[in-house]
């Protein structure tokens, strides 16, 4: 038997209360005792006096489903931050379902490339990703959601048309395999092809399995800059419809026009439904910011259903006039970040072509006219067609404003929503989203009290995605943990330089084993496969 004992701090429990000074005794992966004055005739012991002790930081919004397939040191940006749980599959793109079909998976694994990296191409099941995760030396734990984007793609492609009776039956059938397996919830993609093409009516009738398992939808909503209120609302119908709990994905609003407006009517939206006994909550991140794919910027009727076509037509002068033509116009049902945000607004951070490189870091405007293209349009153009879609970018979005009234509701839950595109210059909320909360929303502003946002962190992302024993400091409870000076724990990432490692985390402990500690990862890879639990089977 292992044994760990933390003597000596201020411990916050995950909930919201008051701290308190106490010692927590661990045994092998959970926590036995807690109180004052505990001893251990063997194991090791950390002096935590002067520091916070808290529950590890649980990032319910993560894109790094591939990586430990591919990536060795993958998790030491997650636990320099002490993120010791995280939950993939979201935004409605997954690694799985993928079909058999090779052609088809192709078409999938090129579309969630400027998300999710390179492809782990033998993996094409539910249960193949959780048997593939259990094998793989896990430096955080692991719950897996699975996108209705993946879903649509593995059983019709990018087709532009309704699902038939018998491809309901079919996609039903993917999302029910996964929540039976243990999925915590379902992600959907509203705002991305081929999603995007799917009406409200259907995503109900699609999201019924979550419903009858008592899990949750967690929506990239269909647009979160002029649509913001409609696509709320949209979302908020569709739980209702399906029975399902909702999890509004980085709410935010976007465009300067919309700033500290439509983000209080949206909120307005959610406290009505929440006051109606409606299961409805959100989610942020704390950067002005956001990060996504560069094909987000296609409007849908330019795609018409093929996105490898548009592609195509994307490298050829008639289909960049065409382009520029399409999305220089607003759409009803489709927000035009061309036109709300502008190309200058927009930065490239990672592409998949050597030659390419030489953009990366620059706005797509001031790129364009260094590198002697027509106007943004045709760079744009340029980059989704030679890259075949693979292009990474960063929208500067947001005001700080409106993600502090975010940040204060009392439902909304600390994510980072970081992209995994191969590139040396990601998002830097990948590197530094939770301690920028104690840094800053904590330490420096004190918009949220040290219990706010550790429970923001903690508590609520163990609930909302049902993860038993994790997310409280409490006996019988896994132990995850952090132990960290507030005064000295910070983020070091910037947009200028995002791949700064996080410092000042005293201890991360995950399961029960030290992963980090003296500024630097251990050899532990003590991360599980987690699985919700309360479902109805």
Excluded at 52 to 58: D, E, N, W, Y
Excluded at 292 to 309: R, Y
Aim: with cysteine.
């Amino acid at each position: 038997m292992s044994r760990l004992l933390i003597k000596d701090g201020r411990v916050y429990d995950g909930l919201g209360n008051a701290p308190f000074y106490a010692d927590i005794l661990i045994e092998n992966d959970r926590i036995v005792k807690i109180g004052r004055d505990l001893r251990t005739t063997s194991g090791r012991v950390i002096d935590a006096s002067g520091k916070a002790v808290t529950p590890g930081f649980i990032d319910i919004h993560r894109h790094c489903d591939i990586k430990p397939f591919n990536s060795e040191h993958f998790g030491d940006c997650m636990l320099a931050q002490g993120i010791t749980s995280t939950v993939v599959g979201n935004c409605g793109i997954s690694m799985t379902p993928c079909s058999p079909d090779d052609e088809r998976a192709g078409e999938m694994w090129a579309f969630d490339e400027a998300v999710l990296g390179p492809a782990c191409q033998g993996i094409r099941t539910y249960s193949d990703y959780l048997r593939a995760l259990k094998s793989a030396p896990l430096p955080v734990n692991f719950a897996a959601m699975i996108g209705t984007g993946s879903v649509k793609i593995t059983v019709k492609g990018f087709s532009d048309t309704p699902f038939t009776e018998e491809e309901m039956a079919q996609a039903q059938a993917l999302i029910e395999s996964a929540l039976a397996q243990g999925a915590p919830g379902i992600s959907a993609g509203i705002m991305y092809l081929p999603e995007c093409y799917s009406t409200a009516g259907e995503f109900g009738r699609l999201l019924k399995p979550v419903g009858a398992h008592g899990g949750v939808a967690a929506f990239h909503i269909r647009g979160e800059g002029d649509s913001l209120v409609d696509s709320v609302r949209e979302v908020i119908g569709i739980g209702k419809a399906a029975s399902c709990a909702v999890e509004i994905s980085h709410f935010k609003s976007c465009g300067m026009k919309n700033w500290g407006r439509e983000i209080h009517r949206a909120i307005a939206l959610i406290d009505e439904a929440r006051a109606a006994g409606q299961d409805v909550t959100v989610d942020f991140y704390p950067y002005e910011g956001g990060s996504t794919s560069l094909t987000t910027m296609l409007p849908p009727v330019f795609v018409a259903g093929d996105l490898n076509a548009a592609l195509q037509k994307l490298g050829t002068p008639e289909g960049v006039g065409e382009f520029r033509r399409l999305a220089g116009v607003e759409y009803k049902d489709w927000d035009n970040y061309c036109i709300t945000l502008g190309w200058d607004r927009i930065l490239i951070s990672g592409v998949a072509r050597e030659h390419n490189k030489k953009f990366v870091g620059m706005n797509v405007t001031g790129a364009a006219e260094r590198f002697g293209f027509e106007d943004p349009f045709a760079l744009a153009a340029h980059l989704m067609h030679d890259e075949d879609g693979k292009t990474a970018i960063i929208n500067m979005s947001m005001c700080q404003e409106d993600i502090d009234a975010v940040a204060r509701l009392p439902y909304s839950i600390v994510i980072s929503d970081s992209i995994y595109a191969e590139t040396d210059t990601p998002h830097p909320r990948m590197y530094g989203a939770f301690p920028k909360i104690i840094r800053e929303y904590v330490m420096e502003r004190g918009l949220l009290t040290m219990e706010e946002a550790i429970k923001k962190m903690t508590s609520m992302p163990a609930a909302r995605m049902r993860l038993k024993k994790r997310g409280v400091l409490r006996e019988g409870y896994y132990a995850d943990l952090n132990i960290f000076d507030p005064n000295t724990f910070r983020d070091n990432a910037t947009f200028q330089n995002p791949a700064v490692c996080a410092s000042g985390l005293y201890a991360c402990i995950v399961n029960g084993k030290i992963a980090y500690t003296d500024g630097r990862c251990t050899e532990e890879r003590a991360g599980k496969v987690l699985q919700a639990t309360g479902a109805a089977k």
